[in-house]
């Protein structure tokens, strides 16, 4: 079982900056498929960057160039950088753990990222 944390979401003005943190529990935090996910009212959650467990990474065009996933496995802590931001990226963003060999899928509770004037 893991248990994830997100933190840092808020309200920032166009062209503003975000840093989110997803903080997991468990032992092999490392092993892990991390991603973040986000999802605005009425729209489906969509992934907004991922990295594994050697440092690939994957980015949808829409952020590429302005978002950046990075991870720190000895603080079990997963991060989103976030430039540039427009009103297109408020949304409610989602940690996720995968083991997908294992069957394992794991959701934080999500943060709120508002961007606006």
């Known amino acids: 079982q893991v248990q994830l944390v997100e933190s840092g979401g808020g ?3 166009p062209g503003g900056s975000l840093r989110l943190s997803c903080v997991g529990s468990g032992s092999i935090f ?8 986000r999802q605005a009212p009425g729209k489906q959650r969509d992934l907004v960057a991922a990295i594994t467990p050697i440092n690939l990474t994957n980015y949808p ?3 590429k160039g302005r978002f950046t996933i990075s991870r720190d496995n000895a603080k079990k802590t997963v991060y989103l950088q976030m430039n540039s931001l427009g009103p297109e990226d ?13 069957g394992k899928d794991y959701w ?4 709120q990222v508002t961007v606006s004037s």
Not at 30 to 37: S, V
Not at 90 to 102: Q, S
Not at 108 to 111: A, E, F, I, M
């Open 108 to 111: 934080g509770q999500g943060t």
């Open 30 to 37: 490392a092993l892990y498929d991390m991603a973040w996910y």
């Open 61 to 63: 065009e829409s952020v």
């Open 11 to 13: 309200w920032v003005q």
């Open 90 to 102: 408020t949304a409610v963003y989602y940690c996720n753990a995968a083991l997908p060999r294992l």
